[in-house]
């Protein structure tokens, strides 16, 4: 039987309609092996008043049907207020929105073309004709909607570094950009334009190199991803150098500052006894702040051990950890029960920290995250090696940890300066 491809419309939000192509009888997904009966095609159309208008009466009616049939209307009830909030400051389209929709129907009906061709009447192309086929219809493709799908997929910090990485890329393209306008001088332009911008947050202040560095580094990943799924051609990613970081400071206590903290009292009980722990663990704020009593374990052979669940990656890491780091803690209470319950990241939690740090005498400027540097660098000291301290840690890379190193490095070579002759 004939595959039959037709050109179909489905209302989204802000007044837009997405369109996607119908297959019947269903095709198999090259990607998936699935049979599917639809294909979206990342292209949109404006409505305008008079189908907004028609939209909500043959809404209206159904929900009046849905009701009389005793069904929940909830979605639909929602679906209306929304379209009858737009409706209200709505002026029509303009000149603009007019052209894009002409000139986006002519494209979504040139890809069902293709389509139909492709499916209905195969003898018409050969097999190379009809793999170009498919690698232009993967040039149309929408780079900006691929990266927003990537980044939906990121999770904590992560997650906000790839939608400031985005919302750059977006303001750099003006919202649109297709896989096959991907090139390395464009790239490279995007690369220029992030060392010359200005910060998200003000205005007055420029984007830091190694921020930069970052989000070219996501569109790089992007590029990367693409490649492996097989809608780039070439690997773009392998042709352009990523934004070189600059060297980050990163404070650190010694062993002795440390003992002098412990012995020095803060305003902020809980927050002393988390960051001592961080000191002796190793572990994150998000982490300590997030751990429950179910997550430490006591073994005659291993003895306690914590299982960690670090933010940045989402990955389990089991870390071991001392009597002494576990006696801090005090009594056991209930296994779903934060450990550290009510403890807040906050200014004015920050500066009962900064209170403490100044009261002991150390005039370095400490941050919670310093006590995980700490001990990162009072690890290397006294001999771990850099595979173990990763694991500690719960970094993916070990060039994470390198860091550590050079700070290491840098302290053996002040000390160096520090017996000096009276010549």
């Not at 010359?196 to 420029?206: E, I, P, Q």
Request: charged share 30%.
């Amino acid at each position: 039987m004939a595959v039959k491809v037709k050109l179909r419309e489905k209302n989204i939000s802000g007044g837009r309609k997405s369109l996607y192509l119908d297959f019947y009888p269903a095709i198999t997904n090259h990607k998936t092996g699935k049979k599917t009966r639809r294909e979206f095609l990342g292209l949109y159309l404006y409505l305008d008043k008079k189908e907004l208008k028609s939209d909500l009466q043959k809404l209206e009616e159904r929900i009046k049907n849905l009701k009389l049939q005793g069904k929940d209307t909830t979605s639909q009830e929602k679906e209306l207020l929304d379209t009858e909030t737009f409706l209200k400051t709505f002026k029509g389209l303009s000149s603009t929105d007019k052209m894009h929709n002409s000139n986006t129907l002519r494209r979504a009906e040139s890809i069902r073309q293709k389509r139909d061709n492709i499916i209905g009447k195969p003898e018409i192309y050969s097999n190379v004709e009809k793999e170009q086929l498919r690698i232009n219809e993967l040039g149309e493709q929408c780079f900006i909607e691929y990266l927003k799908k990537l980044a939906n997929k990121k999770y904590g910090s992560t997650h906000s570094s790839w939608i400031s990485a985005l919302k750059f890329f977006e303001a750099f393209t003006k919202g649109s950009v297709k896989f096959k306008d991907l090139t390395p001088n464009l790239l490279e332009d995007f690369k220029s334009y992030l060392l010359k911008a200005n910060s998200n947050k003000s205005s007055k202040v420029k984007l830091k190199i190694n921020t930069a560095s970052s989000y070219f580094n996501k569109i790089k990943a992007a590029l990367k991803q693409a490649y492996k799924d097989e809608i780039l051609q070439t690997d773009l990613n392998n042709k352009i150098s990523p934004i070189a970081e600059e060297e980050t400071r990163r404070d650190f206590l010694t062993i002795e500052e440390v003992n002098i903290l412990y012995k020095t009292s803060c305003k902020n009980i809980l927050l002393r006894q988390a960051a001592i722990f961080s000191a002796l663990t190793g572990m994150a704020f998000k982490e300590i702040q997030n751990m429950v009593w179910d997550d430490i374990t006591f073994s005659q052979n291993t003895g306690y051990t914590i299982l960690t669940k670090r933010q940045k990656t989402k990955s389990d890491n089991y870390l071991p950890i001392s009597e002494q780091a576990f006696s801090l803690l005090g009594k056991r209470k209930e296994p779903t029960e934060k450990v550290f319950k009510g403890l807040k990241y906050s200014a004015y939690n920050n500066k009962h920290l900064a209170e403490w740090i100044s009261s002991a005498g150390i005039s370095k400027k400490i941050t919670f995250h310093c006590f995980r540097h700490t001990y990162a660098t009072l690890q290397l000291s006294n001999g771990t090696d850099m595979y173990t301290l990763s694991k500690m840690l719960g970094h993916k890379s070990i060039k994470t940890t390198e860091i550590y190193a050079k700070i290491i490095d840098k302290v053996k070579r002040d000390t160096t300066d520090k017996i000096k002759l009276d010549l």
